[in-house]
């Protein structure tokens, strides 16, 4: 009581100062997006601006999606552009090659990529070339979507990466998002090309949540495809990495820190067209390369990027061998400590970054 009796008694400023000093403001917390929302977002927001996008595929209506990344869209949108398809990718890839050439933007969902096998002549030779043999009349504005690469416990049929399968092919653009941000962002840059896209999702990516920037929450958010990023700044040795294995790389990173080694991460973001300035203006600065993917190392992505350096400036600044660090060269075996054993781990990307540092 005596407290409260010597404030009131005080001048009003006084008080008021005093009061002041007893409270202190803290930052809101950045809001938390995972993958699998990130992507349904981004789906929503050009859904809503352009009546020609649909999206079609097995259980992505009524079942909102395998992996619920449709959640609410069919609701939303209902019957005529959220369209639940037949078990038959070659059928319901053909009709969305072909809505496409009709004029419309169709999203077509893999339930995995592994699946899209059965649908490759529509993704490689209906869509990806006709563009180039109709001499630039017909253009296929299409999205292939779905998880790609390694899972858990499905063995072989079930654990590829096509990035190389994909990036292979001239015609395409092949675009690997790692975090909600890359996730949205270029999967709304995807159904705006006038080109096929294929995005290539991770299943075990969907449920992680990232830090989603101011910038990202809004509707005119886009990724341009083509373009890397550089998720950490370093001096000794440049990282290059896409989907899942980024967030490796970055683990890898802040222990190899705590021991004075700072590596320069950077995450792909697009397989095709690749971002060869970024790379190799990276190696130019560390001179050291390490490349991290999970597919398999023959013709992979990382052998892209070690002969593009090879052939480019950057190859006479290096002091080191590239070293790639990659899937197992054998199908993904199903018990768990040989999957374990297959797929880089971050002790795998400390070696290989200690090996080429020759530390």
């Known amino acids: 009581m005596a407290a409260v009796s010597g404030l009131v008694r005080r001048p009003l400023r006084e008080v008021s100062g005093l009061l002041k000093r007893r409270f202190h403001w803290t930052a809101p917390a950045a809001l938390q997006v995972t993958v699998r929302d990130a992507i349904n977002q981004g789906m929503d927001e050009e859904l809503e601006r352009d009546e020609k996008v649909f999206l079609l595929g097995e259980e992505v209506a009524q079942y909102d999606g395998a992996y619920k990344v449709s959640r609410g869209l069919w609701k939303k949108y209902g019957d005529k552009r959220i369209i639940d398809t037949p078990i038959s990718e070659m059928g319901f890839a053909g009709i969305a090659v072909g809505a496409a050439m009709a004029g419309l933007r169709p999203i077509c969902e893999f339930m995995t990529f592994n699946f899209s096998m059965q649908a490759i002549d529509q993704v490689i030779n209906s869509a990806a070339k006709t563009y180039y043999m109709s001499g630039g009349f017909q253009p296929v504005p299409i999205v292939f979507r779905g998880p790609n ?59 992680v949540p990232f830090e989603f920037p101011p910038e990202a929450q809004s509707k005119d958010f886009l990724i341009p495809i083509g373009k ?68 398999w190392p023959q013709f992979g992505v990382g052998a892209e990027i070690c002969a593009r350096i090879m052939e ?48």
């Open 149 to 207: 690469g390694a899972s858990a416990g499905v063995a072989a049929q079930h654990s590829q990466c096509f990035a190389a399968w994909y990036g292979h092919c001239p015609g395409l653009k092949v675009v690997s998002p790692w975090n909600s941000e890359d996730a949205k962002g270029l999967i709304k840059s995807a159904i705006r090309d006038n080109n096929p896209v294929v995005v290539l999702e991770n299943e075990l990516m969907y449920g």
């Open 228 to 295: 890397a990023k550089i998720e950490r700044q370093g001096t000794h040795i440049t990282v290059v990495s896409h989907s899942r294995p980024v967030g490796h790389c970055l683990e890898a990173a802040a222990v190899l820190s705590k021991e004075g080694v700072e590596c320069e991460v950077i995450n792909m973001r697009t397989i095709r067209p690749m971002d060869m300035e970024t790379i190799e203006a990276s190696v130019m600065k560390t001179n050291h390369l390490v490349t991290v993917e999970g597919g």
């Open 312 to 359: 480019g400036p950057a190859f006479n600044f290096l002091d080191a061998p590239a070293v790639r660090v990659t899937g197992a060269d054998v199908p993904m075996p199903y018990a768990k400590i040989l999957e374990d054993n297959s797929i880089p781990q971050v002790k795998d990307i400390i070696f290989a970054i200690k090996k080429t540092l020759n530390i």
